[in-house]
């Protein structure tokens, strides 16, 4: 069963619009979701989470409608925002009796495991906490609640990178029950790329692509030349490109690459980065 | 929604002490003063009481917890209710104090049910606006009316003789008037949620 499924999903501002969007999250997988600032990547999570009103389309969970399945769905949704938003004067401890009033699921224990694997202290204010101990709280109580689904936006932010790598392994293990299935998007593309089965770009509101991570690596590749060898190649197959003072890196698909050149590996971030200077115009 | 009460709770705890200090000094005072107290003096509490809960929603606004709130399984409706809720518990925890000192001073329960009545009323007015239109122009439309109630009352036409016009028993109407006039904001104020965009 797919744990999210996006369809022709639509959201309209003044001057931005979000969508159509569509996007499928299998259970058991994880996705990560890429895009620059203000490229619609929280105004998705929100209508996911019904938390705006969507324009047109479809969210469904775990094959139900959002808004029939919520609130009760939400349950089963795990979410850590891009800030998290406890009251200054509440504690880790106090949050967590907040939170078992909150959730049927609540499981205190692993919240109380969390804080120590976390070195939260339970006493403390969340308004002296550190960004970073922010974020964990706000994880550690997305994870106590035997969510089948996670939904993060930005949840490693703030982190270190030994923080960062130790919540990374967290949501790796999340998705080793093939029921479980976790959305992050993230700016630190490195996380995401060590994270996720599936990478989706957003760009000014539009999908770009949604795809597994090995196919984009099997599919795309860097071509890097001079100037001269550039102007042969046929613009059409070029995908987005960089000069650089010792010539051109250009991103194609691999079937696109002239005879005789070699296409290198592109990783996440410099496919993302050259896909959205391509989609800017070449 | 025993998530959302406890948590308003610890909000109370934290932030309001002050509120609850003013309230029980000036619920002695007023409740022990005698017939001809001053109205404002009377009132204070009420107005004070009446201000907590809007200042809890300007806390969640502050903080985002009201955007917070919208992931957990939680309705808007239950939200609002939460609020409206402690609303009611924190104007009965105040007009049960005054009865107590009242009792104790041996004053009386007049003009008892008038301080339930002006706490529920301020918020029943002020909430709704606050839930729609958010905390900041929720806290102008207190401040007007708070405004103009301190005006009158310094002026001395708020003046009144509690213990004449407003007998215990009487007032139980007036109470039930104000508590359909709570439950009527309430309606108001979850409709008017729904639509806000957070």
């Not at chain 1, 922010?134 to 490693?156: C, N």
């Amino acid at each position: 069963m797919n744990a999210l499924e996006l369809k022709q999903l639509e959201k309209r501002y003044d001057g931005f619009t979000l969508g159509p969007l569509d996007l499928t999250l299998p259970s058991g997988a994880i996705l990560g979701l890429i895009g620059e600032n203000g490229a619609g990547k929280t105004t998705t999570i929100k209508l996911i989470l019904d938390m705006i009103r969507r324009d047109g389309g479809a969210v469904r969970l775990f094959g139900k409608d959002n808004r029939e399945s919520f609130p009760l769905g939400k349950e089963d949704v795990g979410v850590v925002l891009d800030e998290v938003s406890f009251s200054e004067c509440l504690t880790a401890a106090e949050v967590g009796k907040i939170m078992r009033g909150v959730f049927r699921n609540w499981d205190a224990a692993a919240f109380e495991g969390y804080l120590r694997r976390f070195d939260l202290p339970e006493k403390k204010r969340f308004k002296e906490f550190s960004l970073g101990m922010k974020k964990k709280l706000g994880i550690a109580v997305a994870l106590s609640h035997r969510a089948k689904l996670l939904i993060l936006d930005e949840p490693t932010g703030g982190l270190d990178p030994v923080a960062r790598d130790e919540v990374v392994g967290i949501f790796s293990e999340f998705t080793r029950d093939a029921s479980r299935a976790v959305l992050i998007s993230s700016h630190i593309v490195s996380d995401l790329e060590k994270l996720c089965d599936y990478i989706a770009f957003l760009h000014k509101g539009k999908l770009m692509l949604c795809e597994e991570k090995d196919r984009l690596y099997e599919e795309y590749g860097v071509l890097r030349c001079a100037r001269e060898d550039f102007a042969a190649i046929d613009p059409a197959a070029v995908l987005g490109k960089r000069e650089t003072p010792y010539g051109v890196e250009a991103l194609l698909r691999r079937e696109d690459a002239p005879r005789g050149m070699d296409v290198g590996r592109v990783d996440i971030e410099e496919l993302f980065v050259l896909m959205a200077r391509g989609g800017e115009g070449k | 929604m025993k998530g959302l009460l406890l948590k308003d709770w610890y909000l109370i705890l934290r932030y309001q002490r002050a509120f609850l200090i003013v309230v029980v000094a000036f619920s002695i005072g007023s409740a022990t003063a005698g017939k001809a107290v001053s109205a404002f003096f009377a009132f204070y509490p009420c107005l004070m009481t009446g201000l907590m809960v809007p200042s809890l929603i300007a806390y969640d606004e502050k903080e985002k917890w009201n955007v917070y709130a919208q992931t957990l399984p939680l309705t808007r409706t239950q939200y609002v209710t939460g609020k409206y809720l402690m609303g009611l518990c924190i104007a009965a925890a105040m007009t049960v104090l005054c009865a107590l000192i009242m009792l104790v001073d041996r004053a009386g329960l007049s003009g008892l049910s008038i301080r339930f009545v002006a706490c529920l009323v301020m918020q029943a007015l002020l909430l709704p606006f606050q839930l729609w239109l958010g905390a900041e122009k929720g806290r102008l439309l207190y401040g007007v009316v708070a405004g103009v109630f301190a005006v009158l009352a310094v002026g001395g036409w708020m003046s009144v003789d509690l213990g004449g016009d407003m007998p215990a028993v009487g007032g139980i109407p007036l109470a039930l008037a104000a508590i359909v006039l709570y439950i009527a904001s309430w309606r108001l104020s979850v409709a008017l949620y729904q639509k806000r965009e957070l």
